[in-house]
């Protein structure tokens, strides 16, 4: 089972990223999808979440309406669609699955966000 996150990078305040998450070893759409993100000195906190079935989504009150989650059943892969990066978006990127008592995390990626 593994979770491999990619996309994230440098990029200035105002741009874009899309971060990607590819699942093998199980089906994604079987689980809730999640992205989680840490920055230095701060605890991990959820940012979106995909439910199991797809037809509901979640975001922290920091990103709504700039975060977009989604997930790509065929490529067993989720996304998370970011616009308007803010330097307060800098943080490690996780991505989660979980279903009951099944959990598993990514690596991480990392987001900084500077001019």
């Known amino acids: 089972v593994q979770l491999v996150e990619s996309g994230g990078g440098l990029v200035q305040p105002g741009g874009s990223l899309r971060l990607s998450c590819a699942a093998s070893?199980?089906?994604?759409?079987?689980?809730?999808m999640s992205w989680y993100r840490q920055a230095p000195g701060k605890e991990r906190e959820l940012a979106a979440r995909v439910s199991r079935v797809g037809l509901s989504t979640d975001y922290a009150d920091s990103v709504k309406g700039r975060f977009t989650i989604s997930r790509d059943n065929p490529k067993n892969t989720v996304y998370l669609q970011m616009n308007s990066l803010k330097p307060e978006d800098t943080a490690v990127y996780y991505c989660?699955?979980?279903?009951?008592?099944?959990?598993?995390w990514g690596q991480g990626t990392q987001v900084t966000v500077s001019s």
């Open positions: 989660n699955a979980r279903n009951g008592a099944y959990e598993y």
């Open positions: 070893g199980f089906t994604v759409s079987n689980f809730a």
